[in-house]
């Protein structure tokens, strides 16, 4: 009763939300270093995977021996648990990151930035029919409408107004952010009768397991571990831990829609961290109207109304 005094006070959930979104936008940044770092090219998908793969393996180990220090029991799981956490892992990680890798090498940054964060509209979406106490009403949906027209400026450029639409590139991405807003409901169901730590260890391993199998059967191999790869690559683990695990939490305790329209913050958090890592100009007009369309949409979907019992 007491973690969910905590983490239903929505100060407490603002906070965190957009602590996960900057983790989450700070991996943009990350990523892009450590393809460089690692020796990967543009178009070496397979290698892409299995460096996704490392990451979430190492990510779930951590929270496991985390849970397993802490007291958890990490073992004693039913047969359908861990058909459960399997489910949760090949769709949350596996399946979700193999069609946003290819989606991303198939489109612009800009359009993959933009068709990435469907993800809020299809979890305030999919809520809507899902429970009964997180319906969409006008207010939610013109809080969503504004928040994307922010995440669109922000990626906004005249010289990449290119409205073509190819399946394998922005048709992926969408898949992704669809498959992103579904694991996030089943998470949700999971942890309602087991620890979030535990729920999320698994389901990042079990996931990163899969994803460096395939990437390692399609050709995929990741070498030039040094010093500082390795740094990023064990940075780029622990951001996801952090991440996932607090976002499983708060919405185990907390609707589905308020929490969500958060991710309307990681391509801000990740132009921004580009800007300072990969030396992009962010000095714009457009993204300090960007960041206040963003905070307006935000609160819109956060602020209760009277009626609302």
């Not at 979104?21 to 940044?29: D, E, I, Q, T, Y």
């Not at 964060?117 to 009964?132: E, G, R």
């Not at 064990?234 to 695990?245: G, K, T």
Request: hydrophobic content about 50%; glycine content about 8%.
């Amino acid at each position: 009763m007491k973690d969910e005094n905590i983490f239903t006070n929505k100060k407490v959930v603002a906070i965190i939300a957009t602590f996960c979104c900057f983790l989450w936008g700070s991996a943009f940044p990350a990523i892009k270093n450590g393809y460089i770092m690692f020796n990967i090219s543009a178009g070496d998908i397979p290698s892409k995977l299995v460096f996704a793969g490392y990451r979430f393996i190492i990510a779930g180990l951590v929270l496991l021996v985390i849970a397993q220090s802490s007291g958890k029991k990490i073992f004693n799981i039913s047969r359908k648990d861990a058909l459960d956490l399997s489910y949760l892992g090949v769709m949350q990680t596996t399946v979700q990151y193999i069609f946003f890798y290819i989606g991303v090498s198939n489109t612009t940054g800009v359009k993959g930035s933009i068709m990435n964060s469907t993800s809020t509209f299809f979890s305030v979406i999919l809520a809507h029919y899902i429970y009964v106490n997180d319906k969409l009403n006008t207010q939610k949906i013109m809080g969503c409408i504004i928040g994307f027209i922010g995440v669109m400026i922000v990626n906004f450029s005249l010289d990449l107004l290119d409205f073509s639409f190819r399946f394998n590139g922005e048709g992926f991405l969408m898949i992704a952010a669809f498959v992103f807003a579904v694991g996030a409901i089943y998470a949700k169901k999971l942890t309602k009768s087991m620890d979030v730590m535990v729920v999320t260890g698994y389901s990042l391993f079990i996931g990163g397991l899969m994803l460096t199998v395939i990437g390692i059967i399609l050709g995929g191999r990741v070498y030039h571990f040094t010093m500082h790869s390795s740094l990023l690559l064990i940075y780029l683990a622990l951001l996801s831990s952090a991440a996932f695990s607090l976002w499983n939490l708060l919405l185990k305790y907390n609707k589905v829609g308020p929490v969500s329209i958060f991710n309307f913050l990681i391509p801000i958090f990740g132009s921004i961290l580009s800007a300072i890592f990969l030396n992009e100009n962010i000095f714009e007009y457009k993204n300090i109207v960007a960041l206040g369309l963003v905070c307006i949409g935000i609160w819109m979907v956060n602020k209760e109304k009277v009626i609302d019992k």
